[in-house]
Nanobody, 125 residues
């Protein structure tokens, strides 16, 4: 089973950029749809962005569209989230999630069985 590991979080100022990485050591993700979710204190975990198994389809939440870019790495076990023009409301723990291709790419957290431990992103104003 995939065991995603996130990295790249940190403390930045509003307007700055960060790139998050998701790696699954020793396992190819070429047959999995992948997504980023985030959870702010006291709030539900929410969908941020998703990418299909072959990279052909991407999806974004309205709150990040035009600022964030999801991509799959050349290595078959990596995924990235480039975050530009960060805002204080982007502050959250960001999670990498994976699901098989039995069904399509989804923005619902309930259909993703494989999750990382998360990486903290804090944006100061």
């Amino acid at each position: 089973q995939p065991q995603p590991v996130e990295s790249g979080g940190g403390l930045v100022q509003a307007g700055d950029s960060l790139r998050l990485s998701c790696v699954v050591p020793g396992r190819s993700l070429s047959t999995y749809h992948l997504a980023w979710f985030r959870q702010a204190p006291g709030k539900e975990r929410e969908f941020v962005a998703g990418v299909s198994w072959n990279g052909a389809i991407t999806d974004y939440s309205d709150s990040v569209k035009g600022r964030f870019t999801i991509s799959r790495g050349n290595a078959k076990n990596t995924m990235y989230l480039q975050m530009n023009s960060l805002k204080p409301e982007d502050t959250a723990v960001y999670y990498c999630a994976a699901k098989t291709t039995v069904s399509g790419l989804s923005s619902s957290k309930t259909v993703y069985p494989y999750w990382g431990q998360g990486t903290q992103v804090t944006v100061s104003s």
